[in-house]
């Protein structure tokens, strides 16, 4: 059975919903836009009064083997006190990157109908030596970035 229209569009608001009760869980003070078309998704208040400003992606786990943590069509330019939350639900995995260190790591598409946008891609995807089942896992140049709560913005 494939992935309901309800449930695939319905996922990433989830997400964002799910992160954000993490947030506040770890007592963050979160504010949620009531328009998000600035691609701002929370509003974070630290304790010494500055407001950084997230966006959060997340990935189902119903995606294509070995798409588990692709990010595609990005539309993003340098912005100050600016983060992404990324999120894979089939690796369990979360990574926190700011806006600096989003576009150092990112490719920019340079052809075609997302020409400009970005992409970054957390994982790989390997074949276990003595099974030999796929396996997606966290390319290393990301491992840094994994992320299993929210300190980053305490």
Same mark, same amino acid.
């Not at 806006?99 to 790591?105: D, G, V």
């Not at 790989?124 to 491992?143: M, S």
């Given at each position: &059975?494939?992935?309901?229209?309800?449930?695939? @569009?319905?996922?990433?608001?989830? &997400?964002?919903?799910?992160?954000?009760?993490? &947030?506040?869980?770890?007592?963050?003070? #979160?504010?949620?836009?009531?328009?998000?078309?600035?691609? #701002?998704?929370? !509003? +974070?208040?630290?304790?010494?009064?500055?407001? +950084?400003?997230?966006q959060i /992606?997340?990935?189902?786990?119903?995606?294509?083997?070995?798409?588990?943590?692709?990010?595609? @069509? +990005?539309?993003?330019?340098?912005?100050?006190?600016?983060?992404?939350?990324?999120?894979?639900e089939r690796?369990?995995?979360?990574? *926190?990157?700011?806006?600096? =260190?989003?576009? %150092?790591?990112? !490719?920019?598409?340079?052809?075609g109908k997302?020409?400009? %946008?970005?992409?970054?891609?957390?994982?790989?995807?390997?074949?276990? /030596?003595?099974?030999? +089942?796929?396996? =997606?896992?966290? %390319?290393?140049?990301?491992?840094?970035? *994994?992320?299993?709560?929210?300190?980053?913005?305490?």
């Open positions: &059975m494939g992935i309901s229209f309800r449930h695939s @569009a319905g996922f990433g608001k989830r &997400m964002e919903y799910n992160l954000v009760g993490k &947030m506040l869980m770890e007592g963050l003070d #979160v504010y949620l836009p009531l328009v998000d078309d600035h691609g #701002v998704d929370c !509003v +974070i208040k630290k304790e010494d009064g500055t407001f +950084i400003e997230v /992606k997340a990935r189902s786990s119903e995606v294509t083997d070995g798409d588990a943590a692709l990010f595609s @069509a +990005i539309t993003h330019d340098f912005t100050e006190n600016f983060y992404f939350v990324f999120y894979s690796l369990e995995m979360m990574w *926190i990157l700011s806006s600096e =260190e989003f576009l %150092k790591e990112c !490719v920019t598409n340079k052809t997302n020409t400009g %946008k970005r992409s970054i891609w957390f994982n790989g995807n390997r074949r276990d /030596k003595k099974t030999g +089942i796929k396996k =997606e896992y966290c %390319k290393k140049q990301f491992e840094k970035y *994994i992320a299993t709560g929210f300190s980053r913005f305490h």
